[in-house]
């Protein structure tokens, strides 16, 4: 793990390649929970809501343009960003400082495109009592120039260079389809499209 005092090197990733590889493929865990209220502000949570309109309640998704929507508005294939537990640990020891790479659900799973293509649903705890499930997007990950300045050039060339592109170092977008609670230390299940 890498102090949060300085930056983790390319050959320091490198390295950790059989770690990242060695996440759970079918049954993993929700590791964290993150909120942004707003531009910069970050709220670890106990417990968020996963909402079809909204996503996660309270988040400032529905408000954050985008330059990939048709109108400039939010994304609708980006109302989630999801990111591996241990690629972000590998760059921060504190979940305050996991927390700044913006993304909203931390999960310890492969988010490869092997394990996870387009249209896999991941559920989020037990639906039938409170959880929730959402769907993988095509809508490619990749983070932005905060990414840079909070983890460093060497985290954000590795997360989308050849190691990291394929495995979704960065992460991957997603859109809620069951609304539900989530916590971080629930079970995520996945379903793959035609499964």
Same mark, same amino acid.
């Given at each position: 793990?890498?102090? !949060? #005092?300085?930056?983790? @090197?390319? *050959?320091?990733?490198?390295? $950790?390649?059989?770690? %990242?590889?060695?996440?759970?493929?079918?049954?993993?865990?929700?590791?964290?929970?993150?909120?942004?209220?707003?531009?910069?502000?970050?709220?670890?949570?106990?417990?968020?809501?996963?909402?079809?309109?909204?996503?996660?309640?309270?988040?400032?998704?529905?408000?954050?343009?985008?330059?990939?929507?048709?109108?400039?508005?939010?994304?609708?294939?980006?109302?989630?960003?999801?990111?591996?537990?241990?690629?972000? !640990? #590998?760059?921060?020891? @504190?979940? *305050?400082?996991?927390?700044? $790479?913006?993304?909203? %659900?931390?999960?310890?799973?492969?988010?490869?495109?092997?394990?996870?293509?387009?249209?896999?649903?991941?559920?989020?705890?037990?639906?039938?009592?409170?959880?929730?499930?959402?769907?993988?997007?095509?809508?490619?990950?990749?983070?932005?120039?905060?990414?840079?300045?909070?983890?460093?050039?060497?985290?954000?060339?590795?997360?989308?260079?050849?190691?990291?592109?394929?495995?979704?170092?960065?992460?991957?977008?997603?859109?809620?389809?069951?609304?539900?609670?989530?916590?971080?230390?629930?079970?995520?299940?996945?379903?793959?499209?035609?499964?």
């Amino acid at each position: 793990m890498v102090d !949060s #005092l300085r930056f983790a @090197s390319t *050959e320091e990733l490198m390295a $950790a390649l059989p770690t %990242l590889d060695s996440a759970p493929r079918d049954v993993g865990t929700l590791e964290l929970v993150v909120c942004r209220p707003a531009a910069g502000e970050r709220e670890i949570l106990a417990e968020g809501a996963l909402d079809v309109a909204v996503g996660l309640v309270g988040d400032n998704w529905q408000h954050r343009p985008s330059s990939r929507s048709a109108d400039g508005g939010a994304h609708p294939d980006m109302q989630l960003n999801v990111m591996s537990w241990r690629m972000v !640990s #590998l760059l921060a020891d @504190s979940d *305050e400082r996991r927390a700044l $790479a913006g993304d909203q %659900l931390y999960v310890d799973l492969d988010l490869s495109h092997d394990n996870l293509p387009a249209r896999s649903r991941l559920v989020i705890g037990d639906p039938e009592t409170r959880g929730a499930v959402i769907e993988v997007t095509e809508e490619p990950h990749t983070g932005c120039s905060q990414f840079i300045e909070r983890f460093g050039v060497d985290a954000q060339r590795f997360a989308n260079g050849r190691e990291g592109r394929p495995r979704r170092l960065r992460g991957l977008n997603a859109v809620v389809v069951t609304p539900g609670l989530v916590r971080p230390g629930d079970v995520v299940r996945v379903l793959r499209p035609g499964g």
